[in-house]
Nanobody, 114 residues
Framework: QVQLVESGGGLVQAGGSLRLSCAASGTIVNVMGWYRQAPGKQRELVATITTRNTTNYADSLKGRFTISRDNARNTVYLQMNSLKPEDTAVYYC??????????WGKGTQVTVSS
């Protein structure tokens, strides 16, 4: 059974930082990533990272957000700096295994106050 355990969300003031973590188990992980969904909006890409640490970011988030992973722990991280109120959303971890099957975490709330 595949499990994704997310942690690190919370409430932070604008300009602050948060670090999200997502630990995967039950599958052999290939690509790992983060997506987010703000109220009334569609889910959107934040960043992805491959096993070789090739990264892909949403253009609007480059320079403020950094994705990384620990392959030994099957864990992906998202360091978020200089947070803005518009970053408020539920952040979802996604992993893709070597068969191309995607799995989603339950999401963690990030709220940035102005």
């Amino acid at each position: 059974q595949v499990q994704l355990v997310e942690s690190g969300g919370g409430l932070v003031q604008a300009g602050g930082s948060l670090r999200l973590s997502c630990a995967a188990s039950g599958t052999i992980v290939n690509v790992m990533g983060w997506y987010r969904q703000a109220p009334g909006k569609q889910r959107e890409l934040v960043a992805t990272i491959t096993t070789r640490n090739t990264t892909n970011y949403a253009d609007s988030l480059k320079g403020r957000f950094t994705i990384s992973r620990d392959n030994a722990r099957n864990t992906v991280y998202l360091q978020m700096n200089s947070l803005k109120p518009e970053d408020t959303a539920v952040y979802y971890c996604q992993v893709q295994n070597w068969r191309g099957i995607n799995y989603w975490g339950k999401g963690t709330q990030v709220t940035v106050s102005s």
